[in-house]
């Protein structure tokens, strides 16, 4: 619901809607470039703040758990490969 949040912030010209016969070329696409950029603006914001941020290594998630229950496989193999992989 964030992104809906910050999109029902978001103004569109009413003479972008009604066909805008009496604005000339240049206001409709700055209008339209303002609409767009604002768009742009508010769902990139909206990332943000639900999207959850990497840390600074390769694998965020990776945990104490993890790298003794790597350690463990790594141990299982290595007896299963001396005993020539039976």
Do not use: R
């Not at 768009?39 to 943000?48: D, E, G, P, T």
């Not at 990776?62 to 141990?75: C, F, R, T, V, Y």
């Amino acid at each position: 619901m964030v992104s809906h949040d910050f999109l029902s912030a978001v103004s569109v010209q009413t003479y972008l809607l009604s066909g805008a016969a009496d604005h000339c070329k240049g206001d409709i696409l700055e209008g339209v470039n303002k609409f767009y950029s604002e768009i742009v603006h508010v769902l990139y914001n909206a990332a943000c703040v639900t999207i959850p941020q990497k840390c600074n290594f390769y694998k965020y998630w990776w945990n104490e758990e993890l790298s003794q229950l790597k350690g463990k496989a790594i141990e299982s193999f290595n007896l299963w490969a001396a005993l020539d992989k039976p």
